[in-house]
T-cell receptor
Framework: GAVVSQHPSWVICKSGTSVKIECRSL??????MFWYRQFPKQSLMLMAT?????????EQGVEKDKFLINHASLTLSTLTVTSAHPEDSSFYIC????????????FGPGTRLTVL | RKEVEQDPGPFNVPEGATVAFNCTYS??????FFWYRQDCRKEPKLLMS???SGNEDGRFTAQLNRASQYISLLIRDSKLSDSATYLC?????????FGTGTSLTVIP
């Protein structure tokens, strides 16, 4: 199969701190990784698409300086929420694709972020 | 206009019923289509890809209508375990777009 892990699965932090979320493809090399956020009872909203070794492509309305994405290898991408505020509290999910954008995505289990 | 439109439901159906979901998309250049299932507070999991000729996997049938730009998912003989949110996903080439999801509850 294709397994994607995410760490941490759950984090609570104070307002103003930064939180880093890791996304790893465990048994395959991910050409492309995606970051989503999901608010309660809403659908997934794509935040950014990243390819290994290049800058992430952010969706309209997503602040690239606030949500820093690093895709340093074919198996690891990180999302850092800088200076987190309560409105950033959400479920953050990453996914990875073996073959690029047009191929099936395998999702990580998600990270639930609560900012106090 | 949204890239993907999906009826949010909820759909409440008795066990054994047949239920169908539709999802329309706006970009006629879309090439890849998928149905994902998401359980509460969990990540989406691929249910099935949608092929041009239509495809079936057990009780699940997916169809694509390019002329009308919609995809559908049919679930036959609903089980309690089918209760979840079903997300359609459309890929016009360089991005994935998710529908808002359709909530299904199968009632005993």
């Amino acid at each position: 199969g294709a397994v994607v892990s995410q760490h941490p699965s759950w984090v609570i932090c104070k307002s103003g701190t930064s939180v880093k979320i890791e996304c790893r493809s465990l048994d395959f090399q991910a050409t492309t990784m995606f970051w989503y956020r999901q608010f309660p009872k809403q659908s997934l909203m794509l935040m950014a698409t990243s390819n290994e070794g290049s800058k992430a492509t952010y969706e309209q309305g997503v602040e690239k300086d606030k949500f820093l994405i690093n895709h340093a290898s074919l198996t690891l991408s990180t999302l850092t929420v800088t200076s987190a505020h309560p409105e950033d509290s959400s479920f953050y999910i990453c996914s990875a694709s073996k073959g690029g954008v047009g191929f099936e995505q395998f999702f990580g289990p998600g990270t639930r972020l609560t900012v106090l | 206009r949204k890239e993907v439109e999906q009826d949010p439901g909820p759909f409440n159906v008795p066990e054994g019923a047949t239920v169908a979901f539709n999802c329309t998309y706006s970009n006629s250049a879309s090439q890849s289509f998928f149905w994902y299932r998401q359980d509460c507070r969990k990540e989406p999991k691929l249910l099935m890809s949608v092929y041009s000729s239509g495809n079936e996997d057990g009780r699940f049938t997916a169809q694509l209508n390019r002329a009308s730009q919609y995809i559908s998912l049919l679930i036959r003989d609903s089980k309690l375990s089918d209760s979840a949110t079903y997300l359609c996903v459309v890929n016009p080439g360089n991005q994935f777009y998710f529908g808002t999801g359709t909530s299904l509850t199968v009632i005993p």
